[in-house]
């Protein structure tokens, strides 16, 4: 089954530090690739989506990029961090064949 | 982006209560999701609709594709505790894009 692992789960990082948040598949190849960003419990904003290696698209302009190095691996980044940038990140994938999204655990990003 | 209208934002409801949620869009989807978020998780996949009017049901839940492929509503029946959560429509838009709702956040009082 198609299974997508986020680590770490909880991050505390001060402001203007760097950060990167990583993001794997498992069980399928060739996914489309998303990072969402929650804030305060509610809301899923879209931030980047991937359609293959090398592909991002950004949503929403931030301070915040996106790579996808490999065809199962999808990257966070930021190399100044603000408060603002605070929330719940979310990874989550599909197949164009497999409609159904599913999506990772989650890293809690507290910026300080 | 495009948005979804997901209503009600909070519903308060005793436990056994049949519950109703929906989603609008001002544009046509072709595919309607709908997900339960617990605290500190991802969303879990509930109910997947693929077609204009179809009805599908996952246990208690039952939801529906609106036929003007517009909207879309999510029941819950004889709710229990274990329903509290967050519970969000989405979307898909274009082939790429995945559209989530703004969550209703449902409380169970036993």
């Known amino acids: 089954s198609q299974t997508i692992h986020q680590w770490p789960a909880t991050l505390v990082q001060p402001v203007g530090s760097p950060l990167s948040l990583e993001c794997t598949v498992e069980?399928?190849?060739?996914?489309?690739l998303y990072w969402y960003r929650q804030a305060a419990g509610r809301g899923l904003q879209l931030l980047f989506y991937s359609v293959g290696i090398g592909q991002i698209s950004s949503e929403v302009p931030q301070n915040l990029s996106a790579s996808r190095p490999q065809d199962r691996q999808f990257i966070l980044s930021s190399k100044k961090l603000l408060l603002s940038d605070s929330g719940f990140y979310l990874c989550?994938?599909?197949?164009?064949?497999?409609?159904?999204?599913?999506f990772g655990q989650g890293t809690r990003l507290t910026v300080v | 982006g495009q948005q979804l209208n997901q209503s009600p934002q909070s519903m308060f409801i005793q436990e056994g209560e049949d519950v109703s949620m929906n989603c609008t869009s001002s544009s046509i989807f072709n595919t309607w999701l709908w997900y339960k978020q617990e605290p500190g998780e991802g969303p879990v996949l509930l109910i997947a609709l693929y077609k204009a009017g179809e009805l599908t049901s996952n246990g208690r839940l039952t939801a529906q594709f609106g036929i003007t492929r517009k909207d879309s509503f999510l029941n819950i029946s004889a709710s229990i505790p274990s329903d509290v959560g967050i519970y969000f429509c989405a979307g898909r838009p274009t082939t790429y894009q995945l559209t989530f709702g703004k969550g209703t956040k449902l409380s169970v009082i036993p």
């Open positions: 069980g399928t190849s060739n996914p489309n």
């Open positions: 989550a994938g599909y197949l164009l064949r497999n409609t159904e999204a599913f």
